[in-house]
T-cell receptor
Framework: GQSLEQPSEVTAVEGAIVQINCTYQ??????LSWYQQHDGGAPTFLSY????GLEETGRFSSFLSRSDSYGYLLLQELQMKDSASYFC?????????????FGKGTKLSVKP | DTEVTQTPKHLVMGMTNKKSLKCEQH?????MYWYKQKAKKPPELMFV???????INESVPSRFSPECPNSSLLNLHLHALQPEDSALYLC????????????FGPGTRLTVT
């Protein structure tokens, strides 16, 4: 089977750096995406890693290592508005187009 | 315009009612999706339309019926729902069927009584 594991909750202070890990057990996948969802809101696309390595987009970076079955989302200079749930997601080899499998999500709380 | 719109925002319906959820995007995207999301859970894919053709149906009960009238519109017809179907129903779109970068609408909060 396949599973994506994320910590259920992470707490950090404003201005700090936080890393949200995503470990997976799958038979193979095309790439790793990250989405942010505020309470009561819709998921918002953050990043996508098709290849191993680091992708940087402003304060957010995402990393993928297929050999380690591991990825992470790095949030720098945390702001209160970053308090949200963060989901990693993959599309499996052999899966239908657009069929993203989401992790259970990590709830990030940013404290003053 | 990078927005996906959904109507209605909230819907309360009885188990014998028939209702429809609507979704619209004007980004020229060729794939559109319906997801169901329960509280504190990740989105679960229900249907995918790619180039206006249904390409996936994740074993969703027949009381949910999708329709894609054109490349900008997506409907979800609801009939004889159960209380456990109460959830947030999200529509999303992506440029193509690969679906890495999906744009989500604000959702319809459905309550079945």
């Amino acid at each position: 089977g396949q599973s994506l594991e994320q910590p259920s909750e992470v707490t950090a202070v404003e201005g700090a750096i936080v890393q949200i890990n995503c470990t997976y057990q799958t038979s193979g996948f095309y790439g790793l995406s990250w989405y942010q969802q505020h309470d009561g809101g819709a998921p918002t696309f953050l990043s996508y890693n098709a290849l191993d390595g680091l992708e940087e987009t402003g304060r957010f970076s995402s990393f993928l290592s297929r050999s380690d079955s591991y990825g992470y989302l790095l949030l720098q200079e945390l702001q209160m508005k970053d308090s949200a749930s963060y989901f990693c997601a993959v599309r499996l080899y052999g899966g239908s187009q657009g069929n993203l499998i989401f992790g259970k999500g990590t709830k990030l709380s940013v404290k003053p | 315009d990078t927005e996906v719109t959904q109507t209605p925002k909230h819907l309360v319906m009885g188990m014998t009612n028939k209702k429809s959820l609507k979704c619209e995007q004007h980004m020229g995207h060729r794939a559109m999706y319906w997801y169901k999301q329960k509280a504190k859970k990740p989105p679960e894919l229900m249907f995918v339309y790619s180039y206006e053709k249904l390409s996936i149906n994740e074993s969703v009960p027949s009381r949910f019926s999708p329709e894609c009238p054109n490349s900008s519109l997506l409907n979800l017809h609801l009939h004889a729902l159960q209380p456990e179907d109460s959830a947030l129903y999200l529509c999303a779109s992506s440029q193509d069927g690969q679906g890495w970068e999906q744009y989500f609408g604000p959702g319809t909060r459905l309550t079945v009584t």
